[in-house]
T-cell receptor, first 113, second 120 residues
Framework: EAQVTQNPRYLITVTGKKLTVTCSQNMNHEYMSWYRQDPGLGLRQIYYSMNVEVTDKGDVPEGYKVSRKEKRNFPLILESPSPNQTSLYFC????????????FGEGSRLTVL | AQKVTQAQTEISVVEKEDVTLDCVYETRDTTYYLFWYKQPPSGELVFLIRRNSFDEQNEISGRYSWNFQKSTSSFNFTITASQVVDSAVYFCALSLKPYAGGTSYGKLTFGQGTILTVHP
């Protein structure tokens, strides 16, 4: 089954404790991206990757890092999480940007205390 | 910079009513793509439609229809005879077409979303 898988789905952590949210897709998509969803702000793009070893900042990259060492994986790293990073995070992939439809993961709800 | 505005934060209708969700976008590029996504209460995001900037033909898919007007920079979404299952958050999004040397075509900008509630 074609899918985008994120882990963990739910996480409560404390300020400053490094964490990684993994994202993996099995559709051989070149494009992958991370978004955060906050009430009243919609979905905002954090980082995206056009292909392996090619990443770029979205609209809200501060406090996040990404890497794309393999085509299928695109982890989101929070080196030192802060409470303002409490949010619902979505990973997505697409065969062809910008016209390709995005396939989204189920979301990861992160709470930083 | 590109921007998408969904001015309607929440809409509430009664089943069988028609409802239109507005989407206004801003971009200086002449070539771009517009999308609508649905997020039902279960939380997943589902692709509904894509439209490129050169195709202003309106589209109908069952009870759903989309009206794209470049002159007003709008890409509105209408649900005819709404049903309770249409209750969801709906997002409009904009993506630019790649050009030589550019990297911004990886960006996809979403609107704030419209919460649609359809009452029985």
């Amino acid at each position: 089954e074609a899918q985008v898988t994120q882990n963990p789905r739910y996480l409560i952590t404390v300020t400053g404790k490094k964490l990684t949210v993994t994202c993996s897709q099995n559709m051989n998509h070149e494009y992958m991206s991370w978004y955060r969803q906050d009430p009243g702000l919609g979905l905002r793009q954090i980082y995206y990757s056009m292909n392996v070893e090619v990443t770029d900042k979205g609209d809200v990259p501060e406090g996040y890092k990404v890497s794309r060492k393999e085509k299928r994986n695109f982890p989101l790293i929070l080196e030192s999480p802060s409470p303002n990073q409490t949010s619902l995070y979505f990973c997505a992939s697409s065969l062809a940007r910008p016209k390709g439809e995005l396939f989204f993961g189920e979301g990861s709800r992160l709470t930083v205390l | 910079a590109q921007k998408v505005t969904q001015a309607q934060t929440e809409i509430s209708v009664v089943e069988k009513e028609d409802v239109t969700l507005d989407c206004v976008y801003e971009t200086r590029d002449t070539t771009y793509y517009l999308f609508w996504y649905k997020q039902p209460p279960s939380g997943e995001l589902v692709f509904l439609i894509r439209r490129n900037s050169f195709d202003e033909q309106n589209e109908i898919s069952g009870r759903y229809s989309w009206n794209f007007q470049k002159s007003t920079s709008s890409f509105n979404f209408t649900i005819t005879a709404s049903q309770v299952v249409d209750s969801a958050v709906y997002f409009c999004a904009l993506s630019l077409k790649p050009y030589a040397g550019g990297t911004s075509y990886g960006k996809l900008t979403f609107g704030q979303g419209t919460i649609l509630t359809v009452h029985p």
